[in-house]
Each structure stands twice: as structure tokens, then as C-alpha cells.
């Protein structure tokens, strides 16, 4: 195979594709990326772990068909430093690639056979059509609780449902849950219930956020396919059971306090520096008109602060996990609020979307110190969005 490509070009894609490929893997084949011709004059790399595949495609001058291919992170260290030029591939003997800049910039990368790389699931139809903020929005705000301990196979990704034009997301790690959920009426009449990698929501976030537009997606028994803006992701499916989150939303807190966004979590980033590091407890005392959060540890100290607050009722003590509770507090403002229908550009289609503004004030709602505390945008917003917690013992 030889072909020529603008480095630009070539360093965008394989910033794509690289993101996924496994760095120490036991299949060695698998830190490699394939680049293969597809007509006269376009060129696709694909990487894949197995479970998450993204193909690219780009255009560049073919000059002989074929396939190579080569380790990924090193191609992309190379090419990210290259200057703005055209970057020339000729395949060599043995599986190894010439690679030339300019002329005066030449290396030569090992590579392994293309009959070595696995073989990729065939693309299905992508016929469900959702924004890229919509999607970006849920993972933003549901990926941080999924689980990273890898033997709770059925949390270590998100459910993502369709029924009747609602759309959902779920996530959990045992100790704490994420919910959102919004309508979307072009999608009244689809239906999907899936467990999604949480590998393969952070590479769609990372393409969307850069393409833009819609995230076209279809299933088939095994895979969810995504194309975004050229872009194709196919994932595998978590098999399993997840747990019954409907049981687990709290019905009957009857307490409820709201307070500004960004002066807690400037607060809860300050006194948790002084919380345990093996606990990550802090206090939150709720009194009319106040919330006084505080930590404390027996080898380095301890530290109170108070923000403001509308709460009126008796004192109620609640301990949480600092880092559950900053990783709400950093992501619900991405969560938008104040609902506006605007004119958007969608693949050459005006269409009306409804956006907004981002939180000014998040809610807690509880019982009392024991039972789970949900927390949410205080006000009108487009998204249903939840955070239940499991209080730590005080």
C-alpha cells in the first residue's frame, strides 16, 4: 500500500482512533491500528479493543491500494509533531512502513500483518437520530458514578433506554445513582434498552464534542453502532442484570434545602482537603438558613465553612463522601436549565431545539441523616435530572 496524506489531517483521525487502543494489552495485535484503502481516494483506520471498535475515514491521494499496520501510540506521537505537510506511506518488506516528511523527515515503523487484525462486527443501520448535547449531556452527567471495580461487570457501564419518546440514562456504582432523562418526540415511536460501556460513552463524548451535529444510532443482538459526523463507533453490549434503580429513588423525603451551586462547591473543594483520606467524609449541618459543611481528620486537622441556604425546620447532620458529592457538583452544571425553543442547523435541516442556560441552584431532598439524599437542579429545566447518595455513618 502507498499513499499520501495532509498531516493535519491524518493527526486529527488518529487522535480519534488511538484513544481506544489498548496500550499493554495481551494481545499485542491490539495495540495497532489498521489503515486500509478504501476507493481512489480515501483512506479508513480503524482500533479496537474488542469490545469498542471507531473507524475514520479521510481523504488522501492513493497511489497503490492495500492495507498495513502500525502501532498506534507511536504513529501518533510521530504525527502530532510532524509539521503542517504532506505525510507519505509506502508498505515494505516484512509488514514494516515507510513513512517521509517533506523529504528530509524519514522513518520506519514495524508493523504486522493485516490477516492479524481482528475482524470488525459489520456495520448495522443507525435509523435513531438523537443531538449530540443531548447525548454529551447524559454522559457528562451519569458516567462519574458508574462503578470502576471490574468484577461488577452489569455497573460498569450506563443503561440507556427508549420508551414512547422518553429517553433515560442510568448509571450506579452500589453507593450512589445517576438518572436523567428527557423527551424527545422524533423518537415516539423507537425503542432500545441497553448496557453500555463506559469506555465507549467517554470516546462518543470526546467525537461529538468535536463534530457536532446529530449521533445517528442503531443495535443489533450483540452491538449498538454510533455514527457521528463520518465517525463510526460500534460497541459491544454489557450482558447481565442491571438492578432495579426504580426502587432505589427515595419517595418519601419530606425535607428539602437549596442553595447556590458554585458558592458550595468552591466550599466542599475547600474543607474536603481536610477530610480523612481513607473515609473522604464530610459533615453537612442543615439549619434554618444554612448549611455548615465541615471535616475533619485526627492527623492533619479540620476545617468549617458556611454557605447560605433556604431551609426551615429542625437540624438535621448528614455525612457524605467528598469526592461523590464534588463529582455532582462539578458536572450538574453542565445540566441546562431555563427552557428556550431556538432555530439549530441539523445536516441542512432548520429545526427548533430547546436549550438553556446552566444551574444556579441544586436541591437536596432527605429525610433525615440515614436514608439516601437526592439531589437535583433547583428550578425548570429540559432534563429530569437526579443523584441519589448513601449517606455515610456520622
Not at 495532509?6 to 484513544?19: A, F, I, P, R
Not at 451519569?142 to 433515560?168: C, H, M, P, W, Y
Not at 459543611?293 to 485526627?298: E, N, R
Request: hydrophobic share 40%.
Amino acid at each position: 500500500m502507498e499513499f499520501v496524506i495532509s498531516q493535519d489531517v491524518l493527526k486529527e483521525e488518529l487522535g480519534y482512533v488511538q484513544g481506544i487502543v489498548e496500550r499493554k494489552s495481551t494481545i499485542p495485535v491490539l495495540s495497532n491500528i489498521l489503515i486500509e484503502s478504501i476507493g481512489e481516494n480515501t483512506v479508513r483506520f480503524v482500533g479496537t479493543d474488542l469490545d469498542v471498535t471507531i473507524r475514520c475515514e479521510a481523504e488522501a491521494q492513493i497511489k497503490e491500494p492495500g492495507s498495513m499496520c502500525i502501532q498506534a501510540r507511536k504513529l501518533f506521537d510521530i504525527v502530532r509533531l510532524l509539521p503542517n505537510s504532506d505525510v507519505h506511506f509506502k508498505s515494505d518488506d516484512n509488514n514494516w512502513v515507510r513513512m517521509t516528511c517533506d523529504n528530509s523527515r524519514n522513518y520506519r515503523l514495524a508493523g504486522v500483518a493485516r490477516d492479524q487484525f481482528p475482524e470488525i462486527p459489520d456495520f448495522k443501520s443507525a435509523p435513531l437520530s438523537l443531538d449530540s448535547e443531548i447525548f454529551s449531556n447524559f454522559i457528562l452527567n451519569t458516567s462519574f458514578a458508574i462503578t470502576n471495580e471490574q468484577s461488577r461487570f452489569t455497573l460498569s457501564g450506563a443503561k440507556f433506554i427508549i420508551d414512547n419518546g422518553t429517553v433515560r440514562m442510568v448509571t450506579t456504582d452500589a453507593h450512589r445513582l445517576a438518572f436523567i432523562e428527557t423527551e424527545v418526540p422524533s423518537l415516539e415511536d423507537a425503542a432500545m434498552d441497553a448496557l453500555i460501556p463506559k469506555k465507549a460513552l467517554t470516546e462518543l463524548v470526546r467525537i461529538s464534542k468535536s463534530t457536532g451535529g446529530n449521533v445517528k444510532f442503531g443495535e443489533d443482538a450483540n452491538h449498538i453502532f454510533f455514527e457521528i459526523g463520518g465517525h463510526l463507533l460500534i460497541t459491544r453490549k454489557l450482558s447481565g442484570t442491571f438492578p432495579n434503580y426504580e426502587m432505589v429513588m427515595p419517595k418519601d423525603n419530606d425535607k428539602s434545602v437549596t442553595f447556590d451551586l458554585e458558592e458550595m462547591k468552591k466550599a466542599v473543594a475547600r474543607v474536603a482537603l481536610m477530610a480523612d483520606e481513607r473515609t473522604r467524609s464530610i459533615r453537612f449541618t442543615i439549619r434554618e438558613g444554612e448549611i455548615e459543611v465541615t471535616a475533619q481528620s485526627s492527623e492533619e486537622g479540620e476545617a468549617k465553612e458556611v454557605v447560605a441556604a433556604d431551609y426551615s425546620g429542625e437540624d438535621v447532620q448528614i455525612g457524605f463522601n467528598s469526592q461523590y458529592l464534588q463529582e455532582f457538583l462539578n458536572n450538574v452544571s453542565a445540566v441546562e436549565s431555563e427552557i428556550e425553543e431556538v432555530e439549530k442547523e441539523t445536516d441542512g435541516d432548520k429545526v427548533k431545539v430547546r436549550a438553556g442556560g446552566g444551574i444556579g441552584r441544586i436541591r437536596f431532598e432527605f429525610k433525615d441523616g440515614n436514608a439516601q439524599t437526592q439531589m437535583c437542579p433547583d428550578g425548570e429545566s429540559p432534563y429530569d435530572y437526579k443523584y441519589v447518595v448513601m449517606p455515610l455513618r456520622i
